[in-house]
Every structure is written in C-alpha cells, then in structure tokens.
C-alpha cells in the first residue's frame, strides 16, 4: 500500500513552480499593460505555461501515469500560434533554471500529455493549470490544482492559491497558500516562501447558525438567489466570502468560511474532474464532506466529467446533513 510520498513531494514541486510561472504572467502581460475587457490571452499564456510545467515534472517522475488536462497546444501551432507560443516559450522558461529550461517542441509536447480520457481503473493525474481565469486577470483568486487519482479515488490534491493570504485575518500580510492532502493522511497548509507544513481543519462550529458561506464572485458559476434562500434555511446572518476558484475549498478546509455551494444553473452543465478533484480530498482530509445535491459523493471514475453528479455541496461533516436538506428544500428535490 502506497503512502503516495513521492508522489505528494512531485506535486507540490510541480504546483510550486506553476504557480510561480502564473504570477510572472501577470506582472509581465496583466499588470504591465492595458488590457481590453474582452482580452484573454494572458490567462491563455499563463495556462499554457502552468501545464507544461506540471506534466513535465509529472513525465520525468512518473512516465507511464496519464494526465487528464484542460488545455491542448492547437492554438500555438503553426504561424497562427507564433506569438502565443513565443510568449509561452519565454515566460515558461523565466521561471526554470538553466537545466530545467524547455525547447519549443518540448513545452508543445508536454500541454499534450494532457488528453487523457480518465476512467475506473488505474492512475492518472487531474490539472486544472489556471482555476478562476476572471480573478486571475482582476488580480484576485485563482488556483493551480493537481490530483492524483487511483482506481476512480482521489488520492493526493495540491492546490497552490498564488494571491490568498496565508492569515485571513491579515488580508494584507503575506499572500502565496499552498494546500496539500493525502487520502488518510490529514490536510496541511504552508506558504510559497517556507516548507514548513502546519495541519488545516474546518472552523469549530456546531450549528449553521454559526456558519459562513463561501461563494463565487461570478454569478454565472453557481446560483446566487438559491444560495439566499438556503442560508435563510439555515439560519445564516453572516456576509458570505467570496472568491474564485478551488481557493474557495481552501477556504472552508482551514476555518475561513465554513460551506461552499456550487448549485446548477443549468439542466445541461456538467462539472469537469480538474475543478474538483484537488478541493474533494482537501475538504474530506480537514474534516469535511463533499456530495452533489442529491447527497451522493462525486464520482471521478467516469471519464474527464462527473457527469453523474449534479452541483457540489462541501462543509463540516457534522452540519452536512442539516446544509444538504436545506438545498434540497430550496431546489424542490
């Protein structure tokens, strides 16, 4: 039985050094220039970068393991991806050292190890390289997800959240949270700047009452006006936080707020692996519960979706019960 060392030392290894591409990004391309509203080509940059990265180290590391990605390199092919694939080449290499340096044709062949299809049996790898684009370009949250999956469980989740501050009570102190969670092994929280591993777990709270949800700056992402109405249900006066991306499991997995719903808002949309996996074993390891809205686990065996799930509910274990009724009153389930 594997305690996943090697694997959980690689990962942190690999979320490091992409998130730190990530943040170059943004001092080179997002806050140096003026950017259009519609102008998405740094996270486009940065995404690319972050997951050459990350299957890079994953390759020399463990070869033989597949990797479900989000991006593929068709749009830095050819004379058409000239400019994003020198943008990529250049900034990607800004961050590695003069032996880790990639050729063109490697950064290209890396992004693609990122096709896998996922399924039920075996091992392979879920990168989310850029979760929260929006709050990546306005300066706020965004997260560098990795998670090991092995027969359909997730195994091993870093998550490393470049903007969060290490302190939520010092909003302004030192920003650059790493998150890490090994299945059985308990949930751990350090900085950027620092090794040192100190233990996460959900505030000390025993009703809802005493609760916070944490929500999506987008209200596209999860339904709003029903979050309103279910913390009526449960008795919840306090201001929700809100952010985006997996920083929200972060969140909730070290005390900051302490439910995060991700409520459908459409009958058709159907949540991917990478958005979740990392956040699943995080949230579970720090003494939460992740389910859908019908109160089942998420399944990540099915493929590179959980198309067998609807919305995520994720909270203390011991008020999940009371959090998953109060959803399903809401919704009329």
């Not at 959090?323 to 009329?332: D, G, H, S």
Request: with cysteine.
């Amino acid at each position: 039985m594997s305690d996943y060392s090697k694997e959980r030392s690689l990962a942190i290894d690999a979320v490091l050094t992409a998130s730190k591409v990530c943040q170059s990004v943004f001092q080179h391309l997002v806050a140096n220039e003026t950017l259009t509203k519609n102008d998405k080509s740094p996270v486009t940059v940065a995404d690319f970068s972050a997951q050459a990265i990350v299957n890079t180290w994953l390759e020399k590391e463990f070869p033989s393991d597949p990797i479900v990605g989000e991006e593929d390199s068709k749009d830095l092919q050819g004379d058409a991806g000239k400019v994003l694939r020198e943008k990529v080449f250049s900034l990607t290499n800004g961050v590695l050292s003069e032996d880790q340096k990639l050729t063109e044709e490697q950064i290209l062949q890396a992004i693609d190890r990122g096709n896998y299809v996922g399924g039920p049996k075996g091992r392979h790898w879920a990168l989310d390289p850029i979760d929260g684009t929006k709050g990546f370009l306005r300066g706020g949250q965004y997260a560098v997800c990795l998670a090991l999956i092995v027969d359909g469980i997730v195994q091993v989740g870093v998550v490393g959240c470049p903007n969060l501050p290490i302190d939520h009570k010092q909003p302004e102190g030192e920003k650059g949270s790493l998150f890490i969670a090994v299945r059985g092994q308990g949930a751990f929280q350090r900085p950027f700047s620092s090794a040192t591993e100190t233990p996460i777990h959900f505030a000390d709270i025993s009703s809802t009452e005493e609760s916070t949800f944490c929500e999506s700056v987008e209200a596209g992402h999860s339904s709003h006006g029903d979050a309103f109405e279910i913390a009526k249900e449960l008795g919840i006066t306090r201001e929700s936080v809100r952010m985006d991306s997996q920083a929200k499991y972060c969140s909730i997995a070290r005390g900051d707020a302490d439910i995060y719903l991700r409520l459908p808002t459409s009958k058709t949309y159907v949540e991917k692996i990478w958005d979740h996996a990392s956040g699943n074993v995080l949230v579970t390891e720090a003494g939460g519960k992740v389910t859908d809205i019908h109160g089942q686990p998420l399944d990540f065996s099915i493929g590179r979706t959980l198309e067998k799930n609807k919305g995520v509910i994720a909270s203390k274990a011991t008020i999940h019960d009371r959090v998953l009724a109060a959803v399903q009153k809401v919704l009329k389930i």
